[in-house]
């Protein structure tokens, strides 16, 4: 959107207030004859603290630029879901705001899509703080279990560099893994950077792991979506696989699919 036309913010709300149930109706026949359909606009400006006259402006196309707060006040005022706050903060010409954190529930259907997947191949679902949250049949097979009764044990960073679990199982690519690890933590904290939890294991690990500060004191930052991987598997020998990962934004999740080559 450009600062010189702002129709589209215009018509987004124009529908949001249109569709917001007005208050003390939830349903019931109005008490007043109402020209438009959903809220007036001074009371959207009683449930955002904006001004009726500046929303007036807003609604009409014709309003500077919105901030960041006023943007957070009308996603608020109007109860938007996750996708339709970034939408909002889009047309408005800024960056969706981030999670407060990750959630830590995966969603039923991709629990679903994971044991669908039990005979096919290996798949894990990780968040945006590198925590384990699941993984399938052929995952919990194939890769080393994690300490559970450790804060940090479900941690895909911190097992890297307090465990040879992953390290051994690589091989070679063991150097490879440990700088995406660290590149990934980093990663994590620019998103979360007032998160108790990465703050304390990156404390942990810069305190304890001489290799872990090796690492990060490079400074990388990588950002790897699909590789290659082979694997040392005590039980199934070297195995090789298709590494690709899929995002789900709204919770920051991680889907890593793992496919079966054939030239291991």
Known sequence: MTSNDRSDLAHFLRQRRAAVTPPGSHGQPRSSRRRVAGLRRQEVADLTGISVEYYTRLEQGKAPRPSREILTALAQGFALTGPERAHLFRLGGESPPELPTPESVVRPGLMRMLRGLDETMPVTVHDGRLDLLARNKRAAELLPPFDVTDRFGRNLAYQAFTTTDLTGLLGDGADQFLRVAAAELRTA????????????????????????????????????????????????GRVSFDIELLHDPERDHWVMLYTPRDDA
């Open 189 to 236: 904290l620019s998103r979360y950077p007032n998160d108790d939890y990465l703050r304390g294991m990156l404390a942990e690990l810069t305190a304890t792991s001489p290799t872990f500060r090796d690492y990060w004191e490079r400074g990388e930052v990588i950002a790897w979506r699909s590789a290659t991987k082979q694997l040392h598997h005590s039980t199934y």
